[in-house]
């Protein structure tokens, strides 16, 4: 079976970092793009960001400003997401996410940049 297993969440100050980890199996890692969404409270879910199978990525400037990063190892079947320079509205509920014909979703690992 596909498992998408998040990872990495907590508290964090703003201005702080955190790395979050997705850690797939049950599929061909290397050859899906894979994605990062966020849910914050009270909003509906929003897109992060997608790395391709070449390595490849896109972000969504609105959500990332430039203080996230999308990277894959393909040999440990891993998505990861950095995220650098937290800010309150960065809290939410993280998920990764195997788009395609049959879409595959993570539990989350939550964030919470709060003093």
């Known amino acids: 079976q596909v498992q998408l297993v998040e990872s990495g969440g907590g508290l964090v100050q703003p201005g702080g970092s955190l790395k979050l980890s997705c850690v797939t199996s049950g599929f061909v890692f290397r050859d899906y793009g894979m994605s990062w969404y966020r849910q914050r409270p009270g909003k509906e879910r929003e897109y992060v960001a997608t790395?391709?199978?070449?390595?490849?990525?896109?972000y969504d400037a609105n959500v990332v400003k430039g203080r996230f990063t999308i990277s894959r190892d393909n040999a440990q079947s891993t998505l990861y997401l950095t995220m650098n320079t937290l800010k309150p509205m960065d809290t939410a509920v993280y998920f990764c996410?195997?788009?395609?014909?049959?879409?595959?979703w993570g539990q989350g690992t939550k964030v919470t940049v709060s003093l």
């Open positions: 996410h195997r788009p395609g014909t049959e879409p595959a």
């Open positions: 790395i391709r199978v070449s390595g490849n990525s896109q």
